[in-house]
């Protein structure tokens, strides 16, 4: 079972209020993910890095922003949130590589900005 | 780009009958495939995965899937379902890019099962 961690689970603002998701994975996986899931969706890539001090912006836009301090740790900060950023968000961390590589999820912060 | 087609979004289906989730793609390049679970409230499970070999790969809980290259399908597959297996059902293509893997996500399959 994969070791990661999502902080809130659930998480109710106000417009305009600056927020932060934790997320933790305690694997030693260089590569995490973060994405972006409504109802009816496919999951879409908003952000990723591929190792410390490494961040790229996803196939999806977003207003958000991520950093990689540490090999376990991979927040993403939304400065000013919207009613537009409700959704849910999940976390995943990958190792392996080529054909081998796999996803492991966190269980996701679902975001409601009122 | 590639792109994943889950045919279904929704299938009821009676416990102990069995059920099979349909999952296209689109590439004609070689790709990994993947099948994830998402019971509420948590995150994505992996249930399987095809990566080389062997067409028919058996995952947890009872699950396997078969790929077939010719017709770009990767269909998910249990004999018997139980009330347990009630969840959302995502089909993943992971291709192969210079700068690392990209994947690929359906929009999900909600799998009811019905007492």
């Known amino acids: 079972e994969a070791d990661i961690y999502q902080t809130p689970r659930y998480l109710v603002i106000g417009t305009g209020k600056k927020i932060t998701l934790e997320c933790s994975q305690t694997?030693?996986?260089?590569?995490m993910y973060w994405y972006q899931q409504d109802p009816g969706m496919e999951l879409h890539l908003i952000h990723y890095s591929y190792g410390v001090n490494s961040t790229e912006k996803g196939d999806l836009s977003s207003e958000s922003t991520v950093s990689r301090i540490r090999t376990e740790h991979f927040p993403l900060t939304l400065e000013s949130a919207r009613p537009s950023h409700t959704s849910q968000y999940l976390c995943?961390?990958?190792?392996?590589?080529?054909?081998?590589?796999?996803?492991?999820f966190g269980p996701g912060t679902r975001l409601l900005v009122l | 780009a590639q792109s994943v087609t889950q045919l279904d979004s929704q299938v009821p289906v009676f416990e102990e009958a069995p059920v099979e989730l349909r999952c296209n793609y689109s590439s004609s390049v070689s790709v990994y495939l993947f099948w994830y679970v998402q019971y509420p409230n948590q995150g994505l499970q992996l249930l399987l995965k095809y990566l080389s070999g062997s067409t028919l790969v058996k995952g947890i809980n009872g699950f396997e899937a078969e790929f077939n290259k010719s017709q770009t399908s990767f269909h998910l597959r249990k004999p018997s379902v139980h009330i347990s297996d009630t969840a959302e059902y995502f089909c993943?293509?992971?291709?192969?890019?210079?700068?690392?893997?990209?994947?690929?996500f359906g929009t999900g399959t909600s799998l009811t099962v019905i007492p």
């Open positions: 995943a961390s990958s190792e392996g590589t080529g054909g081998w590589e796999t996803q492991y």
């Open positions: 993943a293509v992971s291709e192969i890019r210079n700068t690392g893997n990209q994947f690929y």
């Open positions: 694997m030693g996986h260089d590569k």
